[in-house]
């Protein structure tokens, strides 16, 4: 696959070769950060070559971004015309937001406001994120951070804040200090209630005098509780939007507790929002790995033809963590597992795992075949789901609490912090393939993976050879989305020598091993895109939907009917429940630690 890449000719003062992956924009962009859209003479001419059938249409756009909803460019076009052309997209809305769209990077700035600066999430992931996205120089070059919250604190306060927190994967680099001092610079920070329309505006007081007139673009990251949402929502729209540049909103997770909350949210976001402005984030999309599926799938020939029920037998999302809810049980106990996990990051790793072949990469094309395959699903029943709850465990000399020894959570909380679904998918590729959810906290280890199972092989001549588990005999594709990511596939082959012993290997794709790049952080990936304008890993509100649909009935059974969880111990793989209910369909959880690289 070829990136951008710049090439001089005779005849052109400039000429590009465009990627026919959009997944490479990252590159593009450092190729390109020297070459601005239209620096090049007036008379030169840009020389477009896509690949891809799908970006035929593609041209070039500033840092070497692409956008493909433009009419056919000639290979050959003079960089008037382009421009004209790109001029007339934007002008007619076909294009939306004028994203990326700044002819003149000199004159439009990027302030990126952290509302809830104060929290969790914002020192954990969001700071240190712009922070890595600075240093690799991938933030546009007007660009401020203001840090808002009700705490109050001065700019230096928030620097201090933001440097203790520098816990990235930047942070053993070369110049990291240095390049810590530049991005503390253009960090500040304002104290403000989330419901005052006039603390906003001092916002959008303080957010001018940095812009210096220049087209304001402006990104709100609301990091705050969901229930002050709307409020801030409301107050940023009113009085802190941009009057001449885009403004978009990313709106953190949970997006509601059920359907009809989830579309009350949906409801009071548009009074103050359109669609194209709200970016509702759901960080395993920005997930490397999870990234990976599409091309794995799409540019592969040997996967998507085995991508069925024909071949697959059954489809595993696990998730797991060794920590529990310390810290955050009070936000936990509202919610469960099912919300927290299996709603949101397992069903839209299912939803890229299942779709069928969107008509192209662009967000729109992506998001409607995710909503296709989430409609073709069935809601989870309750016979279909077991729940968990962990409780204290000594190891070791140490104890380890129950999930209700949290002072915020009540003492009969019934809240799952484990739980295993069987979902389906009702439509001709995936008819009666169970796909296993499988989350939980507190557990043996930290992990989120894949597994698919394939069909035993018909007729196999080595079948006596594997006794009589012929499940050991399977291949599985593992797609190890964390830690250690890596793709590996379970084959059978010979041990070597004069007998005819059989063994179960992994072709193994170790990205460590592999890639001396470090992966970035999901945070960094999508807080990029959303300032890209890039909607593909963010949710629509009809995935949300649909998302919801499925899952909002079993939730109200469990809670109606008060449904106990099964008590495992703090450490542990998890209620013996899941196994039964895997058993039901055939099924055999595949981290049991019997691969090699389990
Ligand atoms: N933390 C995490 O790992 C994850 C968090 N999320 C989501 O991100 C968002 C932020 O999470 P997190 O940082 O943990 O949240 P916090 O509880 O840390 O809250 C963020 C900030 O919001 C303000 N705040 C907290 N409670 C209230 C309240 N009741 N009324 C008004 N303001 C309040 C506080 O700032 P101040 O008092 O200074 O105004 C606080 O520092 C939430 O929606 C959460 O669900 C999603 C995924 C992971
Ligand atoms: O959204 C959430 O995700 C985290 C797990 O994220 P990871 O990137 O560390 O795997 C989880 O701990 C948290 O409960 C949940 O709200």
Known sequence: MSTFSSMHSPSYSHSFICSSSINEKKNQRFVFSSFPRFSVPANAKVFLQCQANSHQNAVLMQDGAMATKVSPVEKETPIEKLKSELLSVTSSNEWDEKAGFDINENESTVSITVVGASGDLAKKKIFPALFALYYEGCLPKHFTVYGYARSKMTDAELRNMVSKTLTCRIDKRENCGEKMEEFLKRCFYHSGQYDSEENFAQLDNKLKEHEGGKVSNRLFYLSIPPNIFIDAVKCASSSASSGNGWTRVIVEKPFGRDSDSSAALTKSLKQYLTEDQIFRIDHYLGKELVENLSVLRFSNLIFEPLWSRQYIRNVQLIFSEDFGTEGRGGYFDHYGIIRD????????????????????????????????????????????????????????????????????????????????????????????????????????????????????????????????????????????????????????????????????????????????????????????????GERRLFIRSDELDAAWSLFTPVLAELEEKKIMPEYYPYGSRGPVGAHYLAARYNVRWGDLGLDQSA
């Not at 969107?358 to 998001?367: C, F, K, Y």
């Not at 796909?435 to 035993?456: S, T």
């Not at 001549?461 to 005999?473: E, I, M, S, V």
Request: charged content about 25%; glycine content about 4%.
């Open 341 to 532: 996990i299996m709603q949101n990051h397992l069903l839209q790793i299912l939803a890229l795992f299942a779709m069928e072949t969107p008509v192209s990469l662009d967000a729109e094309d992506i998001r409607n075949e995710k909503v296709k395959v989430l409609r073709s699903m069935r809601p989870l029943q309750l016979e279909d789901v077991v729940i968990g709850q962990y409780k204290s465990h000594s190891k070791g000399g140490v104890t380890y609490p129950a999930y209700t020894d949290d002072k915020t959570v009540p003492k009969d909380s019934l809240t799952p912090t484990f739980a295993a679904a069987a979902l389906f998918i009702d439509n001709a590729r995936w008819d009666g393939v169970p796909f296993l959810m499988k989350a939980g906290k507190a557990l043996h280890n930290k992990r989120a993976e894949i597994r698919v199972q394939f069909r035993h092989v018909p007729g196999n001549l080595y079948n006596r050879n594997f006794g009589t588990d012929l499940d050991q005999a399977t291949n599985e594709l593992v797609i190890r989305v964390q830690p250690d990511e890596a793709i590996y596939l379970k084959i059978n082959n010979k041990v070597p020598g004069l007998g005819m012993r059989l063994d179960c290997s992994n072709l193994n794709l170790h990205y460590a091993a592999r890639y001396s790049k470090e992966i970035p952080d999901a945070y960094e990936r999508l807080l990029l895109d959303a300032i890209e």
